[in-house]
């Protein structure tokens, strides 16, 4: 427990609270819940760490523990949310929200979210807001930009989306985007640029945390039935009708800027996805 990664990491954790500390409290605050075997360690680890910083970030780490922790304000209402998820979709949006709107008064006027010791946010939209379809019925939550120069604007950072899942063990997927963004670092650093976009993935329990949305994006299961169909997975196709619409016809400067981009991202992920041993991409 005085080893040198132990220290190491405290002093890391303590000189740069935002971008090593929270993000280590919160790896902490997941093992301590989700494994007994390795519980006397973090636990250790994690009181030296909280005993020594500073009171800022001791109330910063507070508000989230009391907003997105297994006990905190939006796990009730995923648990809430899932008690009525079979009274049909528009019923639990109208539940969702509802709920969300007597939290949105509650809320601090500004709050950093685990996903990034960065990323500042404002008010709730709670009217943009939503339950997602899938089965753990995980929350799209909406909020402003704390940045003034932005808030408020068309600027496309200027409202910042995230997924909040309860009930999901997100563990493993932190793991393998991290290990993605490592691979493009290793590329980029031999002037591959492969255009990954992994997203940022924060748990923040043993079984749920939050996922950042990249926007103005779209999956590729849309964009097959949108353009083929229900048999648009096997026309050859949909994505050139889609990289036409946004970004021009075939033989455009903006065409062929876009053609580039997804080929090299989907080479990128055909390789990480492979040498990962991820089956279902």
Request: net charge neutral; charged share 20%.
């Amino acid at each position: 427990l005085s080893s040198p990664l132990f220290l190491w990491l405290l002093r890391r954790a303590l000189g740069s609270p935002l971008a090593v500390g929270m993000p280590l409290y919160w790896n902490l605050e997941v093992e301590a819940g989700g494994n007994p075997v390795t519980y006397s360690t973090v636990a250790v680890l994690m009181r030296a760490f909280t005993s020594q910083m500073s009171p800022p970030v001791r109330a910063l780490l507070s508000t989230q523990q009391a907003l997105w922790g297994r006990e905190g304000a939006f796990a009730r209402i995923c648990e809430h949310v899932m008690m009525h998820r079979k009274q049909g979709k528009e019923k639990l949006q109208h539940i969702a929200r509802s709920a969300l709107r007597s939290l949105a008064e509650q809320l601090p006027s500004q709050h950093v979210l685990p996903l990034d010791g960065r990323m500042e946010v404002g008010r709730l939209l709670v009217d943009k807001c939503k339950v997602m379809d899938s089965a753990k019925k995980p929350l799209w939550l909406v909020f402003d930009n704390a940045d003034p120069a932005i808030a408020g604007t068309e600027h496309p950072d200027a409202k910042v989306i995230v997924m909040f899942k309860a009930g999901d063990d997100i563990r493993q997927d932190t793991v393998v985007l991290q290990l993605i963004r490592c691979m493009d670092r290793l590329w980029k650093a031999q002037g591959l640029d492969l255009c990954m976009s992994p997203y940022r993935c924060a748990p923040t329990w043993n079984d749920g945390g939050m996922l950042e949305i990249v926007t103005g994006s779209d999956t590729t299961a849309n964009i097959q039935t949108r353009y083929g169909g229900t048999l648009g997975a096997f026309s050859d196709s949909v994505f050139k009708q889609w990289i036409e619409e946004h970004n021009g016809a075939e033989g455009t400067a903006g065409y062929d800027e876009a053609v580039g981009m997804f080929i090299r991202s989907a080479a990128g992920y055909c390789v990480a996805t492979h040498v990962l041993g991820i089956g279902d991409r």
